[in-house]
Structures are given as structure tokens and as C-alpha cells.
């Protein structure tokens, strides 16, 4: 899984370019590295928290097409099934998770396996990245593999969702030993509905409801947040504002604001 990261930072999507041209004259850092996107074992990034966890579950649409389609879902670690495959947990933190600048686009490990055994395809996604957007639809993005080769197209986005909604008062509150939202609404890209519609066979569509996320981010981390002006950056700022505030209404959007 480690190995095939280094393939991530590269993607044709217009959005992920624009953010890492946004800044000139400042470069990417080296991947691996504080600052550079997806971590190698044993590194410790710069993150949002020390530690947390994290929980997805999935919508009735979305596990019903993939039992339709005769389609085998898995997790990759170190994300893992539970709830007899309803839903999925993953730890998170500055031991797994990097924030990439100046894009502030965050790289997560893990990811997921789709298997269509009568026609011969896997697919899979073993590593994501996060873009909690300053303004817009934040966003998690991948470059999928099909039978272990990278898709053509590269990196495409797989599923939205919105700051605001999930830093709604009453919704960014302390539990699991931690603060964060419990509920995030995920809805599936029409990038990612058409890929796996025409690799697999599925009957997705854009804007489905794909999964609802519970987060908990936990502690003080080791390195401070980066800092800087492009729309992953401030929607860092954002969420970090959230956390340290005891999601006592820093970062909310505001009228005329980023939001």
C-alpha cells in the first residue's frame, strides 16, 4: 500500500492543479515528509490531532447497489469493517496523517477494495486525500486502481461534503474521549459514480448519499498546524479554530464569510 503513494500526488482533476499552483514560488515538499503529503512507517506528521477515530456508515443506496451488482466490499488497512460491513473505523492522527502544503489537501492511508469475481475486476483505493475546502464543496480524492494498474484518468474526486454542515452547533461537540462532528453527510462525486459504474457494472449517480462520517479528533498535536492562503489552508484554520475551541462556535461561517 505504502509503495503505491508516491502515484497520488499526481492527477489530472483541475481542482487539485489550481490548489497546488495557487502559491508561487513556494513548491510542494518532498512526499513522505512533514509538509508533503502521505507518511511513511514510523513518521509522525503535522496534523489536526494527536490521535482520534473515525466511523463511516454506509447508506442502504449504496450497500444495496453493491449486493445488486454481486459486488465483494473490503476495507484496507488500517481501516477496518465493523457492523457487518455497514460501516467502517479508522484510527486517525498525526501517526497517519499528513497535511500536504501549500495545497493543505490531507493525506489519510487505507482505503477500499471492490471485487466483481464473475468479471474478473478489482478495484481498489488505498489511499485517499482530504480537502477541507475554505469555500466550495470540501472533498475526499483518490487515484483508484483497476486490477493493480493506476486508472487513466488519474486522480478523481470520490465523494463532497460542506465545513459548515458538519461545524453545525449541536453537531461539533465532545465525545469518544475526543470533539469533532458526529455526523458529516458524504455524498458520491459523479466522477467517481461514473468510474465505478463503468468498471464494475454499478447503477451509482452523482450526488447520491454515500456514507455518514463520525469524527473525534483527540489531543494536542506534536507540530503545529501549517499555515497559509490557499482554500485547503484556511479550511484548516477553520477546523483547527473548532477544535481548539471546544467547537464552542469558532469557525462557524458567518454571513460574507468563506463560507
Not at 61 to 76: C, M, P, Q, T, V
Not at 88 to 100: C, H, K, L, S, T
Amino acid at each position: 500500500m505504502r509503495s503505491t503513494r508516491a502515484t497520488m500526488a499526481a492527477g489530472g482533476m483541475a481542482l487539485a492543479a489550481l490548489l497546488l499552483t495557487a502559491q508561487p514560488g513556494l513548491a510542494a515538499a518532498p512526499l513522505g515528509t512533514p509538509g508533503g503529503g502521505c507518511l511513511a512507517e514510523g513518521q509522525i506528521g503535522s496534523y489536526l490531532s494527536k490521535e482520534g477515530s473515525a466511523t463511516a456508515t454506509f447508506s442502504a443506496e449504496f450497500l444495496g447497489e453493491l449486493k445488486r451488482a454481486g459486488i465483494r466490499f473490503e476495507a484496507l488497512a488500517p481501516i477496518e469493517m465493523a457492523g457487518g460491513g455497514a460501516t467502517v473505523r479508522m484510527p486517525i492522527g498525526e501517526r497517519y496523517d499528513n497535511i500536504e502544503t501549500p495545497s493543505g489537501r490531507v493525506c489519510y492511508p487505507g482505503g477500499f477494495r471492490f471485487v466483481r469475481a464473475e468479471a474478473g475486476v478489482t478495484y481498489e483505493i488505498d489511499t485517499f486525500w482530504v480537502l477541507f475546502a475554505a469555500t466550495g464543496d470540501s472533498k475526499f480524492l483518490a487515484t483508484p486502481t483497476v486490477n493493480g494498474r493506476p486508472r487513466p484518468g488519474g486522480e478523481l474526486a470520490m465523494v463532497n461534503f460542506s465545513v459548515p454542515q458538519a461545524l453545525m452547533p449541536g453537531n461539533f461537540v465532545p465525545h469518544n474521549g475526543g470533539i469533532g462532528p458526529r455526523r458529516v453527510i458524504l455524498s458520491m462525486d459523479h466522477g467517481w459514480a461514473a468510474d465505478l459504474n463503468r468498471e464494475l457494472g454499478t447503477r451509482f449517480h452523482g450526488g447520491m448519499h454515500w456514507a455518514d462520517l463520525d469524527i473525534a479528533w483527540r489531543g494536542a498535536p506534536s507540530r503545529p498546524i501549517p499555515s497559509g492562503s490557499s482554500l485547503g489552508m484556511l479550511g484548516l484554520k477553520v477546523m483547527g479554530d473548532a477544535i481548539r475551541s471546544g467547537g464552542a462556535g469558532a469557525g462557524l461561517p458567518f454571513p460574507g464569510g468563506l463560507f
